[in-house]
């Protein structure tokens, strides 16, 4: 079948809960895609910050066969090395002492809600201590309790009544947050760097102050690092920047390369608050996916991909600057590594549909917001293809 026939089919079959841009994928290599019709694709998406080693890096695809043939499920027991081989190698590479594995970035925020309200309410003794704090222009998830969480109106519309005890406050901003502090405050949840809120990076001192608070009131810090975490922006976690440590964490999306997969982590003190019984996932921490994880994570550690993620991201932000200079309707670029952001003073929209026909993959956050999340293993020359495509296109937008 070809793409039309395909995205026919899709329209009987599939409901609609993504806008979907007219592509139907097959193949991947690296930063390639290749659509039903043989098409080529440069993907500065890269399945919106999962593929952070590329489509179909040859560990992960090794460490996936080898682990199909020998077992691909079994829950409820202790035999699954490889689950405890990625909590061991995320513990001994973050400020965390446990993990709990799940298969979504919703779902890892699930768990991280749950654990800080446990936690909170058996420590201080307070059964009315379960509020959490998070910000306006916040993503955690499309879970009840995580659109909840989430600081936007529109991913929350006609799906309400919503999960009771979160209030939402400014990102980057520590008077907000100290203000909105409440007897009833159990934890403050935020992402180092707000990614589907347009790619918005937070002052430099912004979460040391974040941390005094937490600390001055008693309450949990959740950094949720599903879109930026895994190498994203140069080191293996974002908060890492920031020289701050959280008490829990959650990770999904690059996790393990390109299968589902999420993780809730924490200090052992507030893991303790987990008991058996308490939470659980059937395929959480599979032994398929976590091989996968185990393979990525060592990839990007091993293949210098943290440093490449720095450089590129940097050459990357040269360039779009560039451009900058040039078109007066860009306001700003931005991010830290490969999460980057250049933003509009016009809606960006029609330049992901005219790179989608130039065959260049990008994508919009917020109207207005290019966001640029390619593969670490990005080339000089591939950042130097998209550039001149979307040079092109800008070109033609001049009012
Ligand atoms: N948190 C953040 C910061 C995200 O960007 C996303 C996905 N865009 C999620 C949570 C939800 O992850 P998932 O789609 O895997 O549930």
Redesign the pocket.
């Known amino acids: 079948m070809n793409s039309a026939q395909w995205m026919e089919k899709a329209d009987k079959y599939i409901m609609k809960t993504y806008g979907r841009y007219p592509l139907v994928p097959v193949r991947g290599e690296g930063c390639i895609l290749w659509d039903a019709d043989g098409k080529r694709y440069l993907d500065f998406l890269a399945g919106?910050?999962v593929n952070n080693l590329g489509h179909c890096h040859p560990k992960v695809v090794a460490a996936l066969q080898k682990q199909a043939a020998e077992m691909i499920h079994c829950s409820n027991y202790y035999h699954i090395p490889n689950q405890i081989a990625l909590a061991e190698l995320l513990c001994t590479h973050s400020f965390a002492d446990k993990a709990f594995f799940c298969?979504?970035?919703?779902?890892?925020?699930e768990a991280a809600i749950k654990l800080a309200r446990k936690y909170t309410r058996e420590k201080y003794g307070d059964p009315e201590r379960y509020e959490i704090i998070t910000a306006l222009s916040?993503?955690?998830?499309?879970?009840m309790a995580?659109i909840s969480a989430t600081g936007q109106e529109k991913v929350q519309k006609f799906f309400d009544p919503l999960l009771h005890g979160f209030s939402y406050v400014p990102f980057n901003d520590a008077d907000a947050l100290a203000a909105a502090v409440t007897p009833k405050t159990c934890a403050v949840m935020l992402?180092p760097i707000?990614?589907?809120g347009g790619v918005v990076v937070p002052s430099a001192d912004y979460f040391r102050k974040v941390r005094e608070i937490c600390d001055r009131h008693g309450l949990l810090l959740i950094f949720?690092?599903?879109?930026?975490g895994i190498g994203r922006t140069g080191r293996l976690f974002a908060h890492e920047h920031f020289d701050v440590v959280p008490d829990i964490m959650?990770l999904?999306?690059a996790l393990a390369g390109g299968p589902?997969i999420?993780a809730m982590l924490a200090k052992d003190a507030v893991a303790a608050s987990f008991s058996p019984g308490t939470h659980g996932s059937t395929f959480g921490g599979n032994p398929l996916v976590t091989a996968a994880g185990v393979a990525a994570v060592r990839a990007v550690l091993e293949e210098g991909l943290l440093n490449r993620a720095e450089e590129m991201g940097d050459y990357l932000v040269g360039e779009l600057e560039r451009l900058k200079e040039k078109y007066p309707f860009i306001t700003d670029v931005r991010g830290i590594g490969l999460m980057i952001g250049m933003e509009l003073s016009i809606p960006a929209g029609e330049i992901v549909v005219k790179g989608l026909q130039r065959g260049v993959l990008l994508n919009v956050a917020q109207d207005r917001v290019l966001r640029f999340v390619p593969p670490l293993v990005v080339t000089k020359q591939e950042v130097n293809e998209m550039i001149a495509v979307l040079d092109g296109i800008l070109e033609e937008m001049k009012p």
Do not use: L, W
């Open positions: 919106v910050a298969n979504s970035g919703a779902e890892a925020n916040s993503f955690h998830g499309r879970t995580t992402e707000q990614g589907e949720d690092e599903v879109q930026v959650t999904a999306k589902p999420g």
